[in-house]
């Protein structure tokens, strides 16, 4: 079967609609590097809290005690990380641009070099600012993206972000590429985990290359 038809399966079957918000470009930011490593559920416990206990704006952040940040960012752990990066980022718009509404202003080559000086702000988290603020039609690639990728041999094993994402791109039709992003997050989670795939259970492992060797491991692992 072609990778695209695999695809729209997985989109098909995860059933994901998500939109483009409309939050403020630096908490839509703040937003997705509070989502780093934790789930969804987690990310919206700590943002509520970071909105109710300091404010999610630029002139809160850098007002507030460090260790306040971080009492509202332990639901979604790593905060020791987070907390540092959202604090330079606030300094970086204020200090460099006065006010984030600027940052509205600026094409996407600007925001592009701007972010891509900030200490812990890498490419997914820029193309997530401009898949989700800017409704731009790319799709970014976290860690079940990139799983789910070189699985389905879409991807080498040895590609990094920038390939993974052209080779997806190469075969999501555009105004698609939002919720295949969506999708594949979600497939990664619920079934094309990092650990103990659920090959049993997936809608493509009859395409899949990779299905083979775990459903071998998984019967060898049964018989023991």
Known sequence: ????KIIKIIVDEMKIEK????TSAFETLVTTIISQNTNDKNTEKAVKLLKKEIGLD???ILLAKREKIIECLKPAGLYNIKVPRIIEL????????GDERKLDLM????????????KGIGPKTIDIFLAFKRGRDIIPVDTHVSRVSKRL?????????FEIRKKLE???PKGERLKTHFALITFGRRVCTAKDPKCTMCPVKDNCPSSKQFLSYQRKVETV
């Not at 606030?90 to 641009?97: D, F, H, M, T, V």
Request: net charge negative; no cysteine.
């Open 1 to 4: 079967m072609e990778p695209n």
């Open 19 to 22: 939109n483009v918000n409309d």
């Open 58 to 60: 630029i002139e809160s």
């Open 90 to 97: 606030a300094k970086k718009i204020k200090n460099e641009l």
């Open 107 to 118: 094409s996407d080559e600007e925001i592009i070099d701007f972010l891509s000086k900030i």
């Open 153 to 161: 041999g879409i991807a080498d094993k040895k590609d990094g972000y």
């Open 170 to 172: 190469e075969i999501v």
